[in-house]
Protein backbone atom coordinates (compact mmCIF):
# COMPACT_ATOMS: atom_id res chain seq x y z
CA UNK A 1 0.00 0.00 0.00
CA UNK A 2 1.90 2.99 -0.99
CA UNK A 3 0.25 5.90 1.37
CA UNK A 4 1.68 9.66 1.19
CA UNK A 5 3.71 10.37 4.07
CA UNK A 6 1.26 12.67 5.92
CA UNK A 7 -1.46 9.45 5.80
CA UNK A 8 -0.21 7.83 8.39
CA UNK A 9 -1.52 10.54 10.98
CA UNK A 10 -4.72 11.47 10.51
CA UNK A 11 -4.31 14.77 12.54
CA UNK A 12 -1.23 16.14 9.99
CA UNK A 13 -3.44 14.38 7.33
CA UNK A 14 -6.61 16.71 8.16
CA UNK A 15 -4.34 19.78 8.13
CA UNK A 16 -2.57 19.43 5.38
CA UNK A 17 -6.53 18.50 3.37
CA UNK A 18 -7.42 22.28 4.77
CA UNK A 19 -4.65 23.73 3.21
CA UNK A 20 -4.51 22.20 -0.08
CA UNK A 21 -9.10 23.15 -0.32
CA UNK A 22 -7.53 26.50 0.42
CA UNK A 23 -7.13 29.67 -1.62
CA UNK A 24 -3.99 30.71 -2.49
CA UNK A 25 -3.53 33.27 -0.37
CA UNK A 26 -4.32 31.24 2.69
CA UNK A 27 -2.31 28.59 1.32
CA UNK A 28 0.95 31.30 1.22
CA UNK A 29 0.14 32.04 5.17
CA UNK A 30 -0.13 28.74 6.04
CA UNK A 31 3.24 27.73 4.34
CA UNK A 32 4.92 30.98 6.04
CA UNK A 33 3.04 29.70 9.51
CA UNK A 34 4.69 26.30 9.17
CA UNK A 35 8.14 27.60 8.09
CA UNK A 36 8.39 29.94 10.38
CA UNK A 37 6.89 27.21 13.72
CA UNK A 38 9.71 24.82 12.11
CA UNK A 39 12.26 27.17 11.93
CA UNK A 40 12.00 28.17 15.56
CA UNK A 41 12.13 24.51 16.23
CA UNK A 42 15.68 24.37 14.68
CA UNK A 43 14.26 22.16 12.09
CA UNK A 44 16.30 22.45 8.43
CA UNK A 45 15.57 20.84 4.96
CA UNK A 46 18.07 21.31 2.07
CA UNK A 47 16.55 24.00 -0.11
CA UNK A 48 15.20 22.53 -3.48
CA UNK A 49 15.42 18.87 -2.50
CA UNK A 50 12.08 17.51 -2.09
CA UNK A 51 11.08 13.49 -2.54
CA UNK A 52 9.63 12.07 -5.71
CA UNK A 53 6.19 13.25 -5.26
CA UNK A 54 6.70 16.86 -4.81
CA UNK A 55 9.75 16.63 -7.48
CA UNK A 56 6.70 16.47 -10.02
CA UNK A 57 4.88 19.37 -8.60
CA UNK A 58 7.44 21.58 -6.97
CA UNK A 59 6.79 24.01 -9.78
CA UNK A 60 3.29 24.68 -9.34
CA UNK A 61 4.16 26.91 -5.36
CA UNK A 62 7.49 26.58 -4.12
CA UNK A 63 7.25 27.77 -0.44
CA UNK A 64 3.89 25.60 0.26
CA UNK A 65 6.13 22.55 -0.99
CA UNK A 66 9.16 23.23 1.22
CA UNK A 67 6.94 24.06 3.76
CA UNK A 68 5.77 20.46 3.74
CA UNK A 69 8.73 19.04 3.46
CA UNK A 70 9.99 21.42 6.76
CA UNK A 71 6.27 19.67 8.38
CA UNK A 72 7.57 16.21 7.17
CA UNK A 73 11.10 16.39 8.89
CA UNK A 74 9.37 17.85 12.10
CA UNK A 75 9.63 15.14 15.05
CA UNK A 76 6.24 13.64 14.95
CA UNK A 77 4.59 14.87 18.09
CA UNK A 78 5.40 18.34 17.26
CA UNK A 79 4.36 18.00 13.77
CA UNK A 80 1.11 16.78 15.27
CA UNK A 81 0.99 19.65 17.42
CA UNK A 82 1.52 22.52 14.64
CA UNK A 83 -0.76 20.34 12.80
CA UNK A 84 -3.61 21.23 15.19
CA UNK A 85 -2.80 24.53 15.46
CA UNK A 86 -3.46 24.85 11.61
CA UNK A 87 -6.75 23.18 11.85
CA UNK A 88 -7.81 25.10 14.68
CA UNK A 89 -6.72 28.60 12.46
CA UNK A 90 -9.14 27.45 9.86
CA UNK A 91 -12.17 26.41 12.06
CA UNK A 92 -11.73 30.29 13.54
CA UNK A 93 -11.73 31.84 10.07
CA UNK A 94 -14.79 29.89 9.03
CA UNK A 95 -17.16 30.69 12.09
CA UNK A 96 -19.12 33.39 12.11
Known amino acids: MNKRWYDADSVISNAINFIL ?3 SE ?3 LMADFIIKEA ?3 GVEIEE ?13 DKKYFAALEYLKA ?3 EAGRELSFK ?3 LFKNTTQT
Open 21 to 23: NSS
Open 26 to 28: KKN
Open 39 to 41: QNL
Open 48 to 60: GVFDCFWQRRQDE
Open 74 to 76: MEK
Open 86 to 88: IIA
